[in-house]
């Protein structure tokens, strides 16, 4: 059973940065496909990005080229590096495991918002 906890949320400017963690206990995060979904009050969940347990990452088109997802073998962590935030980004943050695989219908990053284990979030707000 593996469990999530992010951290690294806050309050950053638009065009700041911001790199949040999820600590993963129970298993190794290179054993499963991960990823980052973001909540935004009355709007769908929306993945962000995924990694698969070779380390491949793949992005949605609204973060792609200013987030980065990677592993932290050494400290058993995901990590998400967020840059040139927009005020759009605002959001709680889940980190997330074991997502169904892609489909025809459904690309590996749109899967992880079916994901079986969620972190319990952690809120990035952008503003000025």
């Known amino acids: 059973h593996v469990q999530l906890v992010e951290s690294g949320g806050g309050s950053v400017e638009p065009g700041g940065s911001l790199r949040l963690t999820c600590q993963v206990s129970?298993?190794?995060?290179?054993?499963?496909?991960m990823g980052w979904v973001r909540q935004v009050p009355g709007q769908a969940r929306e993945g962000l990005a995924h990694?698969?347990?070779?380390?491949?990452?793949s992005y949605a088109d609204s973060v792609k080229g200013r987030f980065t997802i990677s592993q932290d073998k050494a400290k058993n962590s995901l990590l998400l590096q967020m840059d040139s935030l927009k005020p759009e980004d605002t959001g709680m943050y889940y980190c997330?495991?074991?997502?169904?695989?892609?489909?025809?219908?459904?690309?590996?990053?749109?899967?992880?918002?079916?994901?079986?284990?969620w972190g319990q979030g952690t809120q990035v707000t952008v503003s000025s």
């Open positions: 990694i698969d347990k070779d380390g491949r990452a």
């Open positions: 997330v495991a074991d997502p169904p695989a892609a489909r025809d219908y459904m690309t590996a990053v749109q899967a992880l918002v079916v994901a079986l284990y």
């Open positions: 129970g298993d190794t995060p290179s054993n499963h496909a």
